[in-house]
């Protein structure tokens, strides 16, 4: 017993990275070419993939056939490169976003393991690859795995840089860091600097450390120049300062100062999707912030745990501050902090195993099935007091199978805990409960929500009856991310009958209609009293769930 201790307390940082990639790998690669793409972030992205491979242009991105300056290429290529491999399927399109959250979980289980030990970074491994955030991030077809993915590695490097003195690691936090602007953006380095520089400061008052030489400096910029300039450099040869304009000015700033997409949120946005992206460890988040502030004020302090501590609560507080008081929100912004919030977790566990068990772990514990259970209750009042069709009824039995899995792993931490039976092995129970069931959300519920997307399936009757000259529009329904990337470009979104503003709602109806010898429209099944045809024929060829497919042919347009 005493050996495997030691082996599991000693730095074995290969070990770590190790199990924590096959714990990200077993819960977000089973079944992550189930189902369609979800519209619209999915498709549109994976839109762009796509027309890099229509028009051979790995440059100049496009979305629907117009050149698409909104986010950097990275996603995309690796989206491209894997459809060539893979086809253009949903399983190649996400994965990107798989094989970086399976990356994030190795890289923060061996940093952590180098730093506190192998068990503590594999607790740190398992936690964040078994969140809810991470294994949503980790399924879906966007760029944000890859940020989070960089800017961890960032952070862990300039962490290690300023611990050790040694140049070589700035200059791997800048290469990451560049990688990360090409993954998303001067968001990257922008946050991996607004962590590491308050970390530094702040715990530069209780121990020294040693600053970035300008040699390190020199040369982690010029790394982060030599990753980032080519691309940017090659729009402005073809397109002036546009492209630039474009992604850093109304993309980037504007997204902070501004709400882009009507994607906007009060300042506390972030507390609520923190907690419930953390779950089910969010129940010992509390206790796991309360131990780290004692480990701050202990005396004599341990400045190995101290100095990770500093750094776990800079890399919490400081991204949930910046994006709090941005105008634009959305979830998934603040998923590059979880691999701190799962290092605090971690070294709370590992102190509650040096003493053999804690009561407020089993309080937290428990917390977790109760949670289940009141939302299970809540579920089956709502479902009992309201009809549903079939398609729901066949969603049921996977949500009570994962809520069952979820209550019973959660019960079972607890037990471990309470009993100190095993208190070693408690998160990782946790961790397994989870992995089933978010597997059995991907294998046995989500095929079942394709019965809501009724795109795809009315794309393909479009493909199989359009002519080459066709036209293809969508008017006053959502999808039509979706019609363009389960048809071909270009898709035109059209104004609601009777006009409407041409920026937001689309172009004038008359013109996708008139323009064609044949207009195939995807509009709501219910029309509005004033729908004109504009003198042509105007056929109802399919109905899916509440949008129709309507082909306007025969004689052309009057005025």
Known sequence: ?????????????????????????????????????????????????????????????????????????????????????????????????????????????????????????????????????????????????????????????????????????????????????????????????????????????????????????????????????PWPLALVWQYHLFPLEKLFGHYTIERYTGVIENQSGPIWYYVPVLLLGFFPWSAFLPMAVVYGFRQLQALPQDPHLARLVRLAFTWIVVPLVFFSFARTKLPNYIALEFPALALIAALYFEAVVRRAGARSAVISASFVPLTIGAVA???????????????????????IAMGAVVFAGSLLTALLLALRADVRSSPYALAITMLIAVDVLALAVLPHTEAYKPIPRLAAIINRERAPFDKVAIQSTSGGNALLFYTRPDVAVLAPPGGGDPENDGIDPRVAICGAQRAWVIAPKK?????????????????????????????????
């Open 527 to 559: 029309r509005p009293a004033y729908d004109p045809t504009y003198g042509r024929r105007r056929r109802l060829i399919a109905t899916d769930m509440n949008a129709a497919l309507f082909l306007y042919d025969g004689p052309l347009c009057t005025d």
């Open 1 to 229: 017993m005493a050996a495997k201790e030691k082996f599991l307390t000693g730095e074995r940082p290969v070990l770590a990275a190790f199990v924590g990639g096959a714990a990200a790998a077993l819960i977000t690669l089973p079944g992550l070419g189930v189902g369609s793409l979800w519209d619209n972030s999915e498709t549109a992205y994976g839109e762009v993939a796509r027309e890099i491979l229509i028009g051979h242009d790995w440059v100049v991105l496009h979305f629907n056939t117009v050149p698409y300056f909104v986010q950097p290429p990275l996603y995309f290529w690796l989206g491209a490169f894997f459809a060539l491999l893979f086809g253009l399927t949903s399983f190649a399109l996400r994965l990107p976003s798989a094989l970086a959250t399976i990356a994030l979980a190795a890289m923060t289980g061996y940093a952590v393991a180098r730093q506190a030990g192998t068990r503590v970074g594999i607790y740190a491994s398992v936690i964040l690859s078994s969140c809810l955030m991470m294994a949503v991030i980790g399924r879906l077809a966007i760029m944000d795995a890859l940020l989070d993915l960089t800017v961890a590695m960032a952070i862990f490097w300039w962490f290690r840089g300023l611990e050790t003195g040694r140049d070589r690691y700035i200059v791997y936090g800048w290469i990451a860091a560049g990688f990360g602007f090409l993954a998303k953006g001067l968001v990257a380095p922008v946050v991996g600097l607004l962590v590491i520089v308050p970390f530094f400061v702040w715990n530069d008052r209780h121990e020294s450390m040693a600053l970035p030489t300008a040699r390190a400096w020199l040369l982690g910029l010029i790394a982060f120049a030599v990753i980032v300039v």
């Open 377 to 399: 209750l809540a579920i089956a009042i709502f479902m009992r007091s309201n009809e549903f069709d079939s398609t729901v009824s066949r969603l049921v039995p996977g949500l």
